[in-house]
């Protein structure tokens, strides 16, 4: 079936009000499951030789994956015309935010024990921890405007400016891994940063395509470049 | 006094020692876990097989121990599962579930470099040249854990003595092994194998400096570098060469592993260094496993009475 555009008909799915409330529910449960695998360990001694290593690491790679998940809902909805998805996207986004907190506090708490000389000599002195320490900062605006009410009072133009920053803090986040592993190790950095380029790529080819094509025969080029729809 | 003998076995019904080491995989493969158990069983006397958990007879203690009283040695199953062994995979568990496939007999251990004339030393050859001490070690990692380990072993300069080294030698380098077939992470470009570490010749020399091949007096697990691994307690774990095959005696100060992998945060020295920092992190604390607060590391490991001489006049910070 066509479509007065000419375009394939699709049948987006919209969930009703319970359906969408019943998927809410069930991603947040999901999405606390790393959080409850980590204290079933802690109780059970299932953390390994090195428990607050341990912690911090599952912490920090379920950052990173909902940060990847979070960025993955804009590209799907594109795709797959779901459009319903977007209405997930702020709470994949708040859980980024929550286990990026657990690791910061893993590593202020059990790591550091609150010295917070020996932090403030970590964030100056080692870059990973700078730029960790930067990502982590620059999710904390978007945590704070993340409700209805700050996306009206900043207004939608704004609100997306800011919230633009994740990708930046995507780009600190992968330099942060690649920073703290060893070479040994660099696969895993190097299969998040691979990702995180395919979700950033596809942005900005979007964005390049938007452009509008570049004038091709030699005449269009001859012509004045027009800055002002009128005279000034 | 009787003799007794087991029923023998034709050696068409020996499993090939290669196929053998590779027996999980196979099982996990084909999913015939039953009868491959039961011809498991039947091939079960492979040498290496053998060797693995044996009690080591006629342990001797050593001086150098830590005192348990001060140090408690760190639980078997910690020592035994969480480890750097890159050969076996990146992560810490990664050599508990793939050093099954290091085939540790037969095994020879090639002498050559400085030396008036190659030797090629048998593991059993080896173990017979001394009494197995028992060690109990300080064991603390670059990356900032650390643990404590009773090691059996016996001093390097055992070895040392029977190479009959020429003037010329100033640097002993340790190769491990790096065959694919048993050590699949040596496929990746990740470090430059073989893996190789090396020490000055009176760093080798020492008698805290040993050669491991037990751990809790039991012969060493795989995962720990067997059947023969070297031990600096005063220096960062990675020096420690696991799985030896070949020990080279040369004039000129060789590069290393890592110091081929990272020339600014992986010195040849390598001695344990509250001071010194690594680029990416501080060494002045470290955290013993299984311990919940962290402790503050010791110059040289805590073995600063034994070894400090040895860098009499050194600029630690240069000679990293």
């Given at each position: 079936m066509k479509t007065a555009s000419g375009r394939a008909f699709n049948p987006a799915f919209s969930p009703t009000p319970n359906q969408l409330a019943a998927v809410k529910t069930a991603l947040f449960a999901v999405a606390l499951i790393p959080l409850a695998s980590l204290a079933y360990g802690g109780f059970n001694d299932g953390?390994?030789?090195n428990p607050i290593e341990f912690v911090t690491r599952q912490t920090g790679t379920w950052t990173f994956n909902f940060l990847l998940i979070t960025l993955t809902v804009t590209p799907l909805r594109a795709l797959?015309?779901?459009?319903?998805?977007?209405?997930l996207r702020r709470m994949l986004g708040l859980f980024c935010f929550f286990y990026a907190a657990l690791h910061f506090t893993t590593y202020l708490w059990?790591?550091?024990?609150?010295?917070i000389d020996a932090i403030a000599r970590d964030i100056v002195k080692r870059p990973f921890i700078t730029v960790g320490f930067a990502a982590f900062s620059l999710l904390l605006p978007l945590a704070a405007t993340s409700s209805n009410r700050a996306i009206r009072r900043l207004g939608g133009k704004r609100w997306q400016a800011l919230h633009r920053s994740v990708y930046l803090t995507g780009i600190l986040a992968a330099a942060h891994y690649f920073w703290l592993v060893k070479a040994t190790a660099l696969i895993y950095p190097l299969i998040y940063a691979g990702l995180l380029a395919i979700l950033l790529g596809w942005r900005a080819k979007k964005r390049i395509a938007s452009y509008g094509p570049f004038p091709e025969k030699a005449g269009a080029s001859l012509r004045p470049i027009r800055f002002f729809r009128s005279r000034p | 006094m009787p003799v007794y003998r087991s029923t023998p076995i034709a050696p068409s019904e020996i499993t090939g020692a290669a196929l053998y080491a590779r027996r999980r995989d196979f099982i996990k493969a084909a999913g015939l876990g039953a009868i491959a158990g039961a011809l498991g069983v039947r091939a079960g006397l492979a040498a290496a097989e053998q060797e693995r958990g044996k009690r080591i007879e006629g342990i001797v203690k050593s001086s150098?121990?830590?005192d348990p009283l001060n140090e408690k040695a760190t639980p078997f199953d910690k020592i035994t599962g969480y480890n750097n062994f890159y050969e076996f995979g990146p992560d810490k568990d990664s050599p508990l579930k793939h050093?099954?496939?290091?085939?540790?007999?037969p095994w020879t251990v090639l002498v050559e470099g400085e030396v008036k004339r190659p030797l090629t030393f048998s593991v059993e050859d080896i173990l017979k040249w001394a009494l197995p001490e028992e060690r109990v070690y300080r064991m603390r990692c670059v990356e900032g854990w650390s643990m404590v380990v009773p090691w059996v072993g016996f001093p390097l300069n055992e070895l040392i003595k029977r190479?009959?080294?020429?003037?010329?030698?100033k640097f002993v380098e340790f190769w491990s092994l790096a065959d694919p077939e048993q050590?699949?992470?040596?496929?990746?470009?990740?470090?430059?194998?073989p893996y190789t570490e090396a020490l000055r010749l009176d760093e080798a020399m020492h008698p805290l400096t040993i050669l491991a091949a037990g751990l809790y007096g039991e012969?060493?697990?795989?995962?720990?570098?067997?059947?023969l691994r070297l031990v600096v307690?005063?220096?960062?774990?990675?020096?420690?060469?696991?799985?030896?095959v070949k020990i080279r005696f040369v004039a000129r100060q060789p590069q290393t592993v890592w110091t081929k992998a990272g020339p600014d945060e992986y010195g040849?020295?390598?001695?344990?260094?509250?001071?010194?920092?690594?680029p990416r992190w501080s060494q002045a604390t470290e955290r013993r496993l299984g311990e919940f607060f962290k402790r503050k590391t010791l110059p040289f490991n805590g073995y600063a009475g034994q070894v400090a001489q040895l860098y009499a006049g050194m600029d630690l910070r240069k000679f990293f």
């Open positions: 953390l390994g030789a797959s015309g779901q459009h319903w998805l977007l209405r059990l790591d550091q024990f609150f010295d | 150098f121990s830590l050093a099954h496939r290091l085939r540790t007999r190479a009959e080294i020429t003037g010329n030698a050590m699949p992470y040596v496929r990746t470009p990740f470090l430059d194998w012969v060493l697990p795989n995962q720990n570098g067997a059947p307690p005063w220096k960062y774990g990675f020096k420690g060469a696991k799985s030896i040849f020295y390598s001695n344990v260094n509250p001071d010194v920092d690594h």
